[in-house]
């Protein structure tokens, strides 16, 4: 079978061309998104009330450090602990951000400049595109193919490494692929990473969804990696607060000072609304997070059985909310396939395009909605190519 990656094909970036195709969405009474990757939970009750408590009592002209209330940050610490085994001192480690888009933006401005290299597994989450790009910096992709499961090849990665390069991105699970780097991989990478002198940028922020037994490894956690590796988390996903913006980073206190004066220059602290949340999702009550892995998990099924029955090729979801799909024997470009799902079978899929040049005959379709209604996505779709493949 063919190792040759995808060809590249030049377009818009991955937000203009959602948002495109979410306008035309809303023409349809009956329309199914399956595109932006925000769950559909309720925020757990808990959480909103003490947002709620907060937006009563908080002074508004109580100033907040810029890396984020104390209170936040001793959680974050333990809960890092807990879940990724990585050591992180909340006075120097740790700075919290107005959610994971941000996070990336400032773990890239704060580890590359002009003409620094950044090894990426291709395809990859389209932010890091845009922020590796903001920063100067070139963005370096290392292939993975869908019938590898998109699994990072640690010889393509040697093979990459040149003297201008300075990073390694490590997202796991992956966005989009939804593969999990395992961790006799991880601690390859890390390796490399330590033989050539490499910051490591992991983004964890689906590290409680995992499936079939996937385990996650954080970098950080290995011995002697915490020197050289920033990681992100959001609560977005883990609690269903997309939009309330509170995420975090850790990691060395050279690069963590780093990142609070780009902080301070930009944004400045996040909201402490929003934080209040965050301190109430960490301390309160957790079983929300099994419930949302259990419906994951019955809905990945759901959206697998879809996508045999099409046709499509795809590595096996490990983790994460998202299937990555080969839709090449419609013999269409990703957004022009897109578009005709959206226009004959009134689904929102996104682009592959979007998450990489290579990437222009792909989907990625989240499982982020009932059963029933990802059932029907899929019956409609299959109805939709039917006479094209």
């Known amino acids: 079978m063919s190792t040759t990656a995808p060809k590249a094909t030049p377009g818009r970036t991955g937000t203009a061309l959602l948002y495109s195709l979410i306008d035309q969405l809303k023409t349809y009474p009956d329309g199914i998104s399956l595109g932006r990757g925000d769950p559909d939970f309720d925020t757990p009750p808990h959480i909103r009330a003490a947002v ?12 907040v450090p ?8 001793q959680l974050i610490s ?8 990585i050591d992180a001192d909340p006075e120097t480690d740790i700075v919290v951000t107005n959610g994971g888009q941000e996070a990336v933006f400032l773990m890239i ?27 100067g910096a070139v963005r370096v992709a290392v292939p993975t193919f869908v019938h590898e499961n998109y699994a990072i090849d640690p010889d393509r990665l040697r093979a990459a490494i040149t003297p201008r390069s300075r990073a390694i991105l490590m997202v796991s699970p992956n966005n989009p692929t939804a593969a999990v780097i395992p961790p006799a991989l991880v601690k390859e990478l890390c390796q490399i990473a330590e033989e050539h002198d490499l910051i490591i940028i992991a983004d964890d922020i689906y590290d409680r969804f995992l499936y079939d037994g996937a385990q996650h490894l954080s970098p950080s956690s290995l011995p002697g990696m ?32 780093q990142v609070r004066r780009l ?26 997070i099994q419930e949302f892995l259990e419906t994951y998990i019955r809905r990945r099924k759901v959206v697998m059985a879809g996508a045999d029955k099409i046709g499509f090729r795809y590595g096996v979801p490990q983790g994460g909310q998202f299937i990555f799909v080969d839709a090449s024997k419609f013999g269409m470009s990703s957004l022009d396939l897109a578009k005709y799902v959206l226009e004959r079978a009134r689904v929102l899929a996104y682009p592959g395009r979007s998450f990489g040049e290579g990437w222009d005959q792909y989907l990625r379709v989240t499982f982020l909605a009932p059963e029933e209604t990802l059932a029907t996505a899929f019956s409609r779709m299959h109805d939709a190519l039917k006479d094209l493949g």
């Open 52 to 63: 709620e408590a907060a937006l009563r009592e908080e002074d508004p002209a109580k100033p």
């Open 66 to 73: 810029t890396n984020g209330l104390s209170e936040l940050r």
């Open 78 to 85: 333990k809960r890092v602990k807990a879940v990724n085994n």
């Open 109 to 135: 401005q704060a580890a590359v400049g002009p003409g620094d290299e950044v090894l990426v597994a291709d395809p990859n989450y389209n932010t890091y595109t845009d922020a590796i790009a903001f920063a």
């Open 226 to 257: 915490k020197k050289r590796t920033m990681t992100l988390n959001a609560f977005s996903k883990t609690y269903s607060m997309c939009g309330w913006r509170c995420g975090w980073i850790t990691g060395p206190a050279d690069l963590m000072r």
């Open 263 to 288: 902080k301070e220059g930009t944004s400045g602290a996040t909201s402490i609304v929003a934080q209040r949340g965050g301190i109430a999702a960490l301390s309160g009550p957790q079983h929300t």
